[in-house]
């Protein structure tokens, strides 16, 4: 399935800088290594945003609900 209205995704600079490109937060610290190997990096997020927005209009599978809602996933290539 497609995710309605995947253009309009709000993707906020802190889920971005503070937790996928932290070495310091207690979850996204095992996923910062990933994202630099790919050459991003906090200096440098928009980049990251971008490509995530370039995927979005993927396939979605849907996974588990948590506290925040529906959890879907979207495969992508992030280059």
Same mark, same amino acid.
Not at 7 to 11: L, R, T
Not at 49 to 54: A, F, L, T, V
């Given at each position: 399935m497609i995710l309605l209205n995947f253009?309009?995704? #709000? #993707?906020p600079k802190e889920? @971005?800088?503070d937790y996928l490109l932290s070495e310091t937060h207690a979850i996204g610290q095992?996923?910062?290594k990933f994202f630099l190997? @790919?050459?991003y990096s906090t200096g440098i997020w928009e980049r990251l945003?971008?490509? #995530?927005?370039?995927i979005l209009g993927n396939n979605a599978v849907e996974k588990e609900?948590?506290?925040y809602g529906q959890k879907y996933e979207v495969s992508g290539e992030l280059t």
């Open positions: 253009e309009k995704a #709000i #993707i889920k @971005l800088v095992f996923k910062v190997s @790919l050459g945003e971008q490509d #995530i927005r370039s609900q948590s506290e």
